[in-house]
């Protein structure tokens, strides 16, 4: 059943917008079945991804910090499209590690303050492992972290059920994070399709059912490889009807794939953005010179 935590007296419905996109831009194993093959001259995947959606994760803020000139290439790829939104991971140090001093966190906010500046940054989104159960200690740490960034939004996806309990969604709702709907792969008490609504940012994270990765919490995530998991036109139904309730009551709304093995996200997060998008035509050319007319927002 959908529910919405925030109490639905208080709120009134309204046309947001849903921005679509998939998570990551940077990987190889697109060229000639994504992207271009040979990487034409002046192309770049970001400049491709702004074209065709509003928004994008960040997943490399996750591993390492950005840089300066790195985030001021970001806007400068992404300039063609002025609703783009980018959203960054939290590094790993901070919800893996627990390491949290405050040169780390300064040096962290001072890596995305371009994007911010340039009211590009969407949200923080900080992505807990499954071990990271709802307890007081837990609790206070999460509560720590969000003081910690309070310069930004942040959005927490809790992979642990745990964290579906009203107690849990309340200290969301009190300290304005949002709720990370997720659909992840089927484990011992791992959280179940949501849809709820704990800050004004909607949020949805579609990971997939096939990750041979998913349960390593503290190592670096596997290559992707293999076709990947493809979300069917009726799982995509399923998702679509919970993130028009969600959006229903938000400011405005993130939704990302992130199963980027075989391209599956690039294709799965078109056809969802198509369904909350006015579509024209655009031809994307696929490995072999295969041209694929897409709806393209």
């Given at each position: 059943m959908t529910k919405f935590q925030l109490d639905p007296d208080t709120l009134t419905p309204a046309r947001t917008p849903v921005l679509v996109g998939p998570s990551?831009?940077?990987?190889?194993?697109?060229?000639?079945?994504?992207?271009?093959?040979?990487?034409?001259?002046?192309?770049?995947?970001?400049?491709?991804?702004?074209?065709?959606?509003?928004a994008v994760e960040i997943p490399a803020s996750f591993e390492s910090y950005p840089r300066p000139e790195v985030a001021k290439l970001w806007l400068d790829k992404s300039a063609c499209?002025?609703?783009?939104?980018?959203?960054?991971?939290?590094?790993?140090?901070?919800?893996?590690?627990?390491?949290?001093?405050?040169p780390s966190v300064e040096a962290f906010c001072a890596a995305l303050r371009p994007l911010r500046r340039a009211k590009k940054l969407g949200a923080v989104l900080m992505t807990f492992p499954w071990s990271f159960r709802f307890t007081q200690e837990n609790r206070d740490y999460f509560v720590q972290l969000r003081r910690a960034f309070a310069e930004f939004p942040l959005v927490a996806e809790m992979r642990h059920e745990s964290w579906g309990c009203s107690e849990a969604v309340g200290t969301l709702i009190d300290y304005r994070v949002g709720f990370a709907n997720i659909d992840q792969p089927e484990h011992i008490r791992a959280m179940g399709p949501t849809a709820n609504l704990t800050s004004g940012i909607g949020y949805v994270r579609l990971h997939g059912k096939q990750r041979l990765d998913w349960f390593v919490d503290f190592e670096e995530r596997l290559p992707s490889r293999g076709a990947g998991y493809k979300y069917s036109v009726a799982e995509l139904d399923q998702w679509q009807a919970r993130i028009q309730d969600v959006a229903a009551f938000a400011d405005k709304s993130f939704v990302f794939f992130t199963n980027d093995a075989g391209g599956q996200s690039f294709w799965n997060a078109l056809e969802m953005n198509r369904r909350f998008t006015t579509p024209k035509r655009q031809p994307i050319r696929a490995e072999g010179g295969l041209l694929r007319q897409l709806a393209v927002a």
């Open positions: 990551g831009w940077n990987f190889p194993h697109w060229e000639g079945v994504i992207y271009p093959s040979g990487k034409p001259k002046g192309f770049h995947p970001l400049q491709f991804i702004a074209e065709r959606f509003d499209n002025p609703r783009f939104q980018f959203v960054a991971r939290l590094h790993r140090q901070f919800t893996h590690e627990r390491r949290m001093d405050i």
